[in-house]
């Protein structure tokens, strides 16, 4: 596809599950960053891919929060054990590489119940 | 650290009128980006803008212009002609190039309403 998309669009689930949620970004893009944005935090940065490596994981909230990247393309975040707190919308974005333009995904809107 | 201040949580303008957001950063670093990003309610993160440090001249595209202010660590954004479609948060963001990944830290948004 022309953009960066994201699935699911959105996925409600109950506190203690797993979740997994999948971006693909921009065809030949090799950096590949994942942010969320929630009310009482803002937009904030989770993680960065160059690559299939992630240099910069400083982002991750807690060890219940792991990324992957496959094939220097679809990155997987998985959140395992969700809590409440972790409800929020999760943006991926690519670039072509890590000093260029972002563009952003649709999102992925998580409710833990 | 590097922290982006967008002091308007929101702002109301009137179809073809002008509207100017602003954001203010705090950094020690010479070179970095700006940008401006737009998300409407459909929650897609749209670039609106982008300004280089090293550049003097504001960067403009279509109907929205910025006013880069290096010293001054200001960064606003001039909405002229406002359209209905242009009804968005806007967020101000900060990227520090080399040596921080690229990641974009963000300020808090401005919701701007366009009304009829």
């Known amino acids: 596809g022309a953009g960066v998309s994201q699935s699911p669009s959105n996925k409600v689930t109950e506190k203690g599950k797993d979740v997994e949620l999948r971006c693909d970004p921009i065809?030949?893009?090799?950096?590949l960053y994942w942010y969320r944005q929630s009310l009482g935090q803002g937009l904030e940065f989770l993680i960065y891919?160059?690559?299939?490596?992630?240099?910069?994981k400083s982002g991750l909230p807690s060890d219940r929060f792991s990324a992957e990247r496959t094939g220097g393309s679809v990155s997987t975040l998985t959140i395992q054990r969700t809590q409440q707190e972790d409800s929020a919308v999760y943006l991926c974005?690519?670039?072509?590489?890590?000093?260029?333009?972002?563009?952003f995904g649709p999102g992925t809107r998580l409710l833990v119940l | 650290a590097q922290t982006v201040t967008q002091s308007q949580p929101e702002m109301s303008v009137q179809e073809a009128e002008t509207v100017t957001l602003s954001c203010t950063y705090d950094?020690?670093?010479?070179?970095?980006?700006l940008f401006w990003y737009k998300q409407p309610p459909s929650r897609q993160m749209i670039l609106v803008i982008r300004?280089?440090?090293?550049?003097?001249q504001n960067a403009t595209e279509n109907r929205f212009s910025v006013n880069f202010q290096k010293a001054a660590k200001s960064f606003s954004l001039k909405i002229s002609d406002s359209q209905l479609g242009d009804t968005a948060m806007y967020f101000c963001?900060?990227?520090?190039?080399?040596?921080?990944?690229?990641?974009?830290?963000f300020g808090a948004g401005t919701q701007v309403v366009v009304t009829p």
């Open positions: 974005a690519s670039s072509s590489r890590a000093q260029e333009t972002q563009y």
């Open positions: 065809s030949g893009h090799t950096a």
């Open positions: 891919f160059q690559g299939n490596s992630a240099p910069d």
């Open positions: 950094t020690s670093e010479n070179n970095y980006y």
């Open positions: 300004q280089e440090a090293y550049k003097q």
């Open positions: 963001a900060f990227m520090k190039p080399f040596g921080g990944w690229g990641k974009l830290q």
